[in-house]
Every structure is written in C-alpha cells, then in structure tokens.
C-alpha cells in the first residue's frame, strides 16, 4: 500500500514541475529595465583604469572606424612610445638590445644506443637531461634542432646548428666489478 503512495506522489510531482516547466518556457521572464546615470558612468570608467587625455579626436575616430583585421592593414609610419621610453636610443643598427635574451645553442643529444633490425636502425636517444626519458628514433626524424642523417652499430650522426655532428656510443661501465 505504501509503495502504492510513493508511485502516486511520484507522479504527481512530474505534472506539478511538467507544467511548471511548461509555462516558464513560454512566458518571458520579468527583467527590470535599470538605467545608470552618465555621471554614474563615468564614474566607474574612471574607477577601474585611468584614461590619458587625448588631444587628437579625429586619430581616435579613425582607429574606431577602422577593420583592424583587414588583410590590407600595414604597419603603422610611427611606433608607439610609452612615457619613459622616450629617452632610450632609437638607434636600430648598434646591434642587438641588452634587454633582448640571446637563446643559448642546444648541446647536441644523449645517444644510449642503436638497434640494428629488420625494419631498419634506431636509436635510443635523449635531447636533454632535464626533459623526458630517451626515445626511439630512426634515420631521417628530428629531435629538437637536429636531424639524424644515419644510425650505424657505434654511432649516430646528426646534422644541426652547429652542423654535422657524429655522437659516439660509449660502452656502459660495469659498477658491479
């Protein structure tokens, strides 16, 4: 009999939200029409970010009135300096900034061995010794800056910054001795 109760409550409860759901689908929700005061506005632009006084209205209408994704779009005859830039050399050809990073050349990689099989020679190989385990590699893919021209039982030779570079395999030194 309980259960009786419970499958009747059950069904009623699925009408009761059914037409719930029903008549807040089709009616629109009530949203109150707010209007804030410019001055209120204003106020608030003012508030979250300082705005530099422009003297040149016509520049700012223009950037507004422009596609700035056009593919006609060139770069602009003058760059933009920011206050406190304006006393640093504008002297392009003095060679690089000290500021600009210089990227160090990548040491060559870890060769831990080759493999001489039937669907050719691999080699087990490591860029650097801070990033992942070694990998398999075969004749003609690239690790980092480097292409692996050829794999023999010894040695592999790559081809990089530096230019070509033969890594010799070096026999593991037994520590049980």
Request: proline content about 12%; glycine content about 8%; cysteine-free.
């Amino acid at each position: 009999m309980t259960m009786h109760r419970v499958d009747a409550t059950l069904k009623a409860l699925t009408i009761v939200f059914a037409v719930a759901g029903a008549i807040m689908w089709i009616l629109p929700p009530s949203v109150p029409n707010v209007r804030v005061p410019p001055s209120a506005q204003s106020a608030t632009l003012v508030a979250n970010r300082p705005i530099a006084p422009s003297t040149d209205s016509s520049s700012a209408a223009a950037i507004i009135a422009s596609n700035i994704f056009s593919p006609s779009r060139a770069a602009p005859g003058k760059r933009y300096t920011p206050p406190g830039a304006a006393g640093e050399s504008e002297d392009a050809s003095a060679g690089p900034s000290p500021d600009v990073p210089v990227m160090p050349q990548m040491p060559p990689p870890r060769v831990f061995g080759t493999m001489m099989g039937p669907g050719g020679a691999s080699a087990l190989m490591q860029l650097d010794s801070a990033g992942a385990s070694g990998r398999l590699y075969r004749e003609g893919q690239r690790i980092g800056t480097y292409r692996i021209l050829k794999i023999s039982s010894s040695s592999v030779i790559v081809r990089g910054p530096a230019g070509r570079v033969e890594l010799k395999i070096h026999p593991r030194e037994d520590s049980t001795q």
